[in-house]
């Protein structure tokens, strides 16, 4: 099963972006029944997670993307999203999708332990210029 993001792109801050994730054997992969995650990474910065949905769908944010970004899930099209509103040049990252059929220690858990997830998409590049 391999996970594939789209929608990154160039934007000036306060602009907005969706990030989709698809998977490659969507028939095999239902969202439902896996723990997701969004995270970002930066160049010459530590990997760091943006958003988490749970298997029940409970949801976490890191605190900088708080109120700014939504991750949501369209369960009928297999899709994973990021919604990325009032982004800012802090912001700028390749965006990776992953994905887990256990449920870990929760999802505040799973948001701080990116190794833990063991489905990656390739990642997906926004760029926010000031």
């Known amino acids: 099963v391999q996970l594939v993001e789209s929608g990154g792109g160039s934007v000036q801050a306060g602009g907005s972006l969706r990030l989709s994730c698809v998977a490659s054997a969507a028939s095999a992969f239902p969202y439902s029944k896996y723990c997701m995650g969004w995270f970002r990474q930066a160049p010459g910065k530590e990997r760091e997670g943006v958003a988490s949905?749970?298997?029940?769908?409970?949801?976490r944010y890191a605190d900088p993307v708080k109120g700014r970004f939504t991750i949501s899930q369209d369960i009928a099209k297999n899709t994973l999203y990021l919604q990325m509103n009032r982004l800012k040049a802090e912001d700028t990252a390749m965006y990776y999708c992953?994905?887990?059929?256990?449920?870990?220690?929760?999802?505040?858990?799973?948001?701080?332990?990116?190794?833990?997830?063991?489905?990656w998409g390739q990642g997906t590049q926004v760029t926010v210029s000031s």
């Open positions: 992953a994905a887990n059929a256990g449920v870990g220690y929760g999802v505040s858990w799973s948001l701080n332990h990116a190794e833990w997830f063991n489905y």
């Open positions: 949905m749970g298997r029940d769908a409970r949801i």
